[in-house]
Nanobody
């Protein structure tokens, strides 16, 4: 069964850092663009970052630019989200998902066409 497993979430103080991992199971990420999304209680799911299959194209929502960095290690079949200078408003469940292979060279942070959603990992930013 093809799916993602997200990990790396936790409780962190404002200004702290976390690195989230998105590991693929049942398929290779070599030709897949990946997106990171988050959803806070009572709010709609929000796209926050994405990366093309080669890593050459990345996109970020304005609220995380300069603080979050997306990267990938295809040899480990894993995509990462390094989150620095975390703020309370970053508190949410974080998910990764994949675009169909025909979109491998690009990516976008709307959740349209994304598939293989994982169970998510919780990030809580609080003092």
């Amino acid at each position: 069964q093809s799916q993602f497993v997200e990990s790396g979430g936790g409780l962190v103080q404002p200004g702290g850092s976390l690195r989230l991992s998105c590991a693929a199971s049942g398929f290779t990420l070599d030709y897949i663009a990946i997106g990171w999304f988050r959803q806070a209680p009572g709010k709609e799911r929000e796209g926050i970052s994405c990366i093309s299959s080669s890593g050459g194209i990345t996109n970020y929502v304005d609220s995380v630019k300069g603080r979050f960095t997306i990267s990938r290690d295809n040899a480990k079949n894993t995509v990462y989200l390094q989150m620095n200078n975390l703020k309370p408003e970053d508190t949410a469940a974080y998910y990764c998902a994949a675009l169909p292979p025909r979109f491998s060279s690009i990516c976008w942070i709307l959740d349209s066409h994304y598939m293989y959603w994982g169970q998510g990992t919780q990030v809580t930013v609080s003092s």
